[in-house]
Structure formats: structure tokens, C-alpha cells
């Protein structure tokens, strides 16, 4: 079981990013996914989570009406699209997938917004 995430880098602000996650091993559809971030000296923190089915999603107060979390169950994949980037959205951005007793984390992907 493996995710891994793609996407991030440096961004001005006011930018956007798209940020991708590719799920191996797993029966995609049934996991629920989510974006975590965790910025220097802070706890990681819940951004975005999608379920198995798409059918329900949430987000953070700090990004709701910027970010946009979606999947495609066909590729795998689950997307978090980051717009009007502040630089406190600044950190390292991770992958987590939970299906049935099984919960996986991704790598993580830096996301630097700085002029």
C-alpha cells in the first residue's frame, strides 16, 4: 500500500498550485482520502477530506472557498487544487488514506508561498 504525492513548490501569493496523490496497492474506491499540512513548528493539521465515494467533503475553515478536493477512482488519484495561496498556507502538504482497518500515509510535498 503506497500513496505518493506530487505537485507542490514555490508560489507567489495569490497563485495556485494543484496537488496530486496516486494511491498503489489499495482498492482505491474504498478509501476515504485527505490533504493534511504541517508548517514549521506546528501540528499537522486536517485541510481537506474526501470520501470513498465523493459523495462528502470537508474542509478547513482557513481554506474553504480556496481549496478544492476531488478523485478520480479510475486513476487513482485524489487532487487538491490550492487557489488564492497565502503565505500562510506555507508547509509541507500530505497524503493520508484510510479504508477498512488499513491507514496510509504519503511522503509529503512542500508547498513555499512567498514573493
Known amino acids: 500500500v503506497q500513496v505518493v504525492e506530487s505537485g507542490g513548490g514555490l508560489v507567489q501569493p495569490g497563485g495556485s498550485l494543484r496537488l496530486s496523490c496516486a494511491a498503489s496497492?489499495?482498492?482505491?474506491?474504498?478509501?476515504?482520502m485527505s490533504w493534511y499540512r504541517q508548517a514549521p513548528g506546528k501540528e499537522r493539521e486536517l485541510v481537506a477530506r474526501?470520501?470513498?465515494?465523493?459523495?462528502?467533503?470537508n474542509y478547513a475553515a482557513s481554506v474553504k472557498g480556496r481549496f478544492a478536493i476531488s478523485r478520480d477512482n479510475a486513476k487513482n488519484t485524489v487532487y487538491l487544487q490550492m487557489n488564492s495561496l497565502k503565505p500562510e498556507d506555507t508547509a509541507v502538504y500530505y497524503c493520508y488514506a484510510v479504508g477498512g482497518s488499513r491507514a496510509v500515509w504519503g511522503q509529503g510535498t512542500q508547498v513555499t508561498v512567498s514573493s
Open positions: 496497492g489499495v482498492t482505491f474506491s474504498s478509501y476515504a
Open positions: 474526501i470520501s470513498s465515494g465523493g459523495g462528502t467533503i
